[in-house]
C-alpha cells in the first residue's frame, strides 16, 4: 500500500508540473482539495470541509520524510452556506489558493444530511466541470470535523491515505471501495439502492470494516462487521473474510472466503416474486481441534455445516434488507425492464419471497497440510 501512496503522490507531482492545465493558472496559486467533507450546517445549511496539502505536506511524502515533521502537512477550510456554492465561497474566502476539486481522492459524506438537501448536493456534485467521478465516496456518521482534522499515524495527507487504502485490492476482508460514478448510477437505477463504506477514527488509525445502506438519499442501515462480511458475499466482493463453523469434532475457522453468487427473480405461484440467490464459496482450512486429522468425509463435512449456516445467515441480512426497503444487490432490474413496469417494484420488493442456497468449497488446508 506504501507504494500505491507514493505513486498517487508521483502522479500529484507531475501534474502539479505540466504547463497549461488548469485554465492556465499559476501552480503556486492552486490549493489541490484531496478529500471533501460535506455535513449539515447548524444553520439548516451545509458545511464543507476541504484537506488541502500544505508545500511541507507534499514535500514530506516524496522526500520520505517523516510526518511530524517540516510543520503541518494540510490545512482544512471550512465553509458554511445555504447551498453548496454559498459553502464554498465561505471557504474560498479564507485562502489566498484557488480551492480545486480535479484532484479530489475522498468525498465524505456525512449520514446526517437531510434527503432532500443530499439530493440538491449530489446534484450539484454531478453538474461540477473539474471533478474526478473516480474519486472514492465515503459515508461518516460521527462529527465530520473530528473527522477531517484526524491524521492516521505514519500518513501525512488522510485523503491519499484513504485513496491508497481502497486501491488495495487484498488490504480489506472486503473490496468495499465505491467511486463517486459508481454510486451515482446506482441512484439512477429503478430498482438497486446505493451502499457506501463507512469510516471512522479509531485510536490511531481508520476503521474501514463496514457499509451504510440507504433508500435513495436516505441511510436507513449502519451494518455491523458480520453484516457488512455477509452483505460482501452476497455482492461477490469478498477477499480475505473469517468464518467459525461448529462441527461434532469441535470448533473449525475458514479464511480467505470468497464468494460468487448469482440470482433469479421470477414471478411465484402466489402472485408474489421469488428471488433466489446462489452464492458458490471457496475458503482456506485455517484452524481445527488438536489431534483431528482430516479425512474425505470429515471435510465434507465441515462444508456441509458451512453451507448450512451461511445459507441462514445471509438469508437473515436480505430479510433485514427488505425490512429496510433498501436493494444494495440490485434484485430486479432485468425483471422490471422486460415488463416496464418500475413503479410496481417497491411493493413487489417489499412481499418478495426470499431463498438462499450457499455452497462452500475447502480448496486448501493452510497451514495443516
Known sequence: MKQKLLWLVSILCVI????????????????????????????????????????????????????????????????HGATFSDAFTDAQGQTNEDLYLGQTQVIALSTRLPPATFAVIDATLARLGPMDKSADAVAVTGSMAKFMAFSPAGTSLPGLYLASLFACHHCQTAQLARTVWSREKRLWSPTASVWVPKISAHGSTFNVDRIVVYQGYRPVLVLTRRQTWDVGCLLGITVKAPLTVSTSYGTISLRAVRA??????????????????????????????????????????????????????????????????????GFGRRYV?????????????????????????????????
Open 16 to 79: 502539479t508540473l505540466v504547463t497549461g492545465c488548469w485554465d492556465d493558472r499559476p501552480v503556486e496559486e492552486r490549493g489541490l482539495v484531496l478529500m471533501l467533507g460535506i455535513s449539515p450546517s447548524p444553520h439548516h445549511g451545509v458545511t464543507l470541509y476541504f484537506e488541502v496539502p500544505t508545500s511541507s505536506g507534499l514535500t514530506s511524502l516524496t522526500s520520505g520524510g517523516s510526518s511530524s515533521s517540516g510543520g503541518p502537512k494540510f490545512v482544512i477550510y471550512r465553509g
Open 260 to 329: 460468487s453468487p448469482h440470482f433469479k427473480t421470477k414471478p411465484a405461484p402466489d402472485g408474489k416474486i421469488l428471488i433466489h440467490v446462489t452464492v458458490h464459496l471457496s475458503a482456506t482450512l485455517d484452524s481445527v481441534p488438536p489431534n483431528l486429522l482430516i479425512t474425505t468425509p470429515i471435510l465434507h463435512e465441515i462444508e456441509a455445516r458451512a453451507d448450512t449456516l451461511l445459507s441462514h445467515r445471509l438469508l437473515s441480512i436480505l430479510v433485514t434488507l427488505q425490512k429496510a426497503g433498501s436493494n444494495p444487490l
Open 337 to 369: 425492464w422486460v415488463r416496464q413496469d418500475f413503479s410496481a417494484w417497491p411493493t413487489l420488493y417489499r412481499h418478495a419471497t426470499l431463498a438462499v442456497t450457499a455452497h462452500i468449497h475447502i480448496h486448501q488446508l493452510g497451514d495443516l497440510q
